[in-house]
């Protein structure tokens, strides 16, 4: 579905189910919508791009309908190489919002607007040591921009600080209605620091799912970044 525009400038969490129980992630992702919640993010690891595997179309397919049932998005974030030949199959599945790495995508330009033919939010993501420069030719086209504070591939990792200094550059180059992500070590004691470096959209995966109660962890992350 397309993502309303005000959502993007919105500041929402957004639990990463990587680090979710994968034997009980409908109640996890239920969980954590009651919560409040209303972006559910998804990992896409290929064991090239990045050294970890992880989930495919079929399970985004498997979650996207309870997720939008309930008036969710489904954010997924491709760290895998040529992610322009699965595009098209993250999209059936249900994705609102697919965002591909510059790293990985000699055609940027290109990978982009295929994503936005397909009627879905397009996002270009950039890692911890990689210049902003790298997204300057597409800034002005896409919906969000993921920023890493962590090096991709595995949850549990330490936030990067200096990768927040990435965020007011980030502003001036893109439109005043997209989203700046951050995905990347994000917990209890950092939240509000990263709300305030500018994000619209943080990632939490294993400060989330790794709590012994998910629902009332993201009820406190939400009220932290928001400064309550």
């Keep these: 579905m397309p993502v309303p525009t005000a959502t993007y400038r919105e500041l929402h969490l957004l639990p990463s189910i990587l ?11 239920d969980r954590v919508m009651d919560a409040g919640v209303r972006i559910i993010h998804c990992d896409v690891m290929d064991g090239h791009f990045v050294p970890n595997l992880t989930m495919g179309p079929a399970l985004v397919g498997s979650i996207a309908p309870a ?40 055609m940027l330009y290109h990978a982009v ?16 040591g990689t ?3 790298a997204i300057r030719e597409v800034a002005h086209l896409v919906d969000m921009v993921l920023v890493m504070t962590v090096n991709p591939g595995f949850g549990g ?5 200096a990768a927040l200094k990435k965020v007011p550059e980030i502003r001036k180059m893109i439109r005043e209605d ?15 620091a990263v709300a305030e470096a500018g994000a619209d959209w943080i ?16 009820r406190l992350l939400q009220r932290l970044m928001a400064g309550d």
């Design 131 to 133: 210049p902003v420069s």
């Design 67 to 106: 997720i939008h049932a309930r008036g969710g998005l489904l954010s997924v974030h491709l760290m895998i190489e040529s992610p322009e030949k699965f595009v098209d199959d993250f999209a059936a599945a249900g994705a609102d919002v697919i965002s591909v790495h510059a790293e990985a995508c000699p």
């Design 203 to 218: 990632v939490a995966g294993s400060a989330v799912f790794g709590a012994d109660d998910p629902g009332a962890e993201a």
């Design 19 to 29: 680090s979710a129980d994968f034997a009980h992630l409908g109640d996890d992702i």
């Design 113 to 128: 607007q295929m994503i936005q033919k397909l009627g879905v939010g397009a996002g270009v993501a950039i890692n911890p």
């Design 157 to 161: 990792q330490k936030l990067i600080p």
């Design 178 to 192: 997209a989203a700046i992500e951050l995905d990347g070590g994000v917990n209890r004691e950092n939240i509000r």
